[in-house]
């Protein structure tokens, strides 16, 4: 199939920002801003990061250290601010407010303090691009592999995977003896889970079971990290949608063969 996309959801990512500046003194809804950029609170967690390159916790947290800094500034009592950004201590508050601008907020009596700013993201509603895109819907496809890992982060995997492959390939002749190699993007809570593995265990590797589901499957040459994230971006944000189809966001699979990849992402029935 060839899918013409018209990328632009950038007007629901100002909306969703400006939601979240609306309740930087409020609990901010998760599910609001899922629904702001249609889909679910997990998916928007993936999204929000691959978008943005900070998730949006850590992008709310920054936001509101920023503000409190310009409202001690202004004289308001520390412990009053704490509270107004939803910290329940201002032990709490203050440990996270150092963690950020590296004092305390009892030092911004002082002059010269520099303090670091998590500026309000804005995003070009006009940046849209057409993009002719091939892709396959697979039903009912699951895999037996066997594989060594690494746990991380969203926001650090991708920082370390290209030389795990490295590390994993000169320990293990094998995957170079292939046509078809397997990473895995395992998505657990706040963590991630990055396999390296082949179909047979010929690694001495740990048996990973992905259980039959329906993929959306995109095929790229590239086999850089980053362009492998760029391309997981835009599945999850623009891709999915213009098919009219849920990505899942459990499992995200990446076959190697030795002229390019293919990015396998679980949807929704």
């Known amino acids: 199939m060839m899918l013409v996309i018209n990328m632009n959801i950038f007007k629901q990512l100002n909306e969703a920002v400006r939601y979240i500046e609306a309740n930087l003194e ?7 801003i899922s629904q702001i950029l249609c ?10 990061h691959l978008i943005t390159n900070i998730t949006v916790t850590e992008y709310i947290k920054k936001r509101r250290l920023s503000v409190a800094a310009s409202a001690i500034l202004k004289g308001e009592k520390v412990i009053d601010v704490a509270i107004k950004y939803q910290y ?19 030092d911004l009596k002082d002059s010269d303090i520099k303090l670091n700013l998590m500026p309000v993201l804005t995003f070009d ?25 690494f ?24 995957f170079l003896k292939v046509d078809k190699r397997y ?3 395992e998505y657990k809570d706040n963590e991630v889970c990055y396999h390296a593995g082949l179909e047979g265990n010929s690694i001495n590797g740990s048996e990973l079971i992905i259980p039959e589901s329906n993929w959306l499957v995109l095929e790229m040459i590239s086999k850089k990290a980053k362009d492998i994230d760029a391309y997981t971006r835009m599945a999850y944000e623009d ?3 213009s098919i009219g189809i849920s990505i899942i966001g459990t ?10 990849v293919e990015l396998w992402f679980q949807i929704s029935d």
């Open 39 to 48: 889909t679910n609170p997990y998916v928007m967690q993936r999204l929000f």
């Open 251 to 260: 499992f995200d699979v990446e076959i190697y063969y030795n002229d390019f």
């Open 26 to 32: 409020n609990d901010v809804d998760y599910k609001k």
């Open 125 to 149: 509603e006009e940046n849209n691009s057409v993009l002719d895109i091939n892709y396959r819907i697979i039903k009912n496809k699951g895999f037996k592999l066997f594989t060594h890992n």
């Open 151 to 174: 746990i991380s982060t969203i926001s650090d995997v991708s920082k370390h995977t290209n030389k795990f492959w490295e590390d994993i390939k000169k320990a293990n002749p094998s």
């Open 88 to 106: 329940g201590s201002s032990e709490a508050f203050s440990r996270a407010f150092k963690s950020m601008h590296g004092v305390n907020p009892s």
């Open 239 to 241: 891709y999915s949608k």
């Open 183 to 185: 990473g895995v993007v």
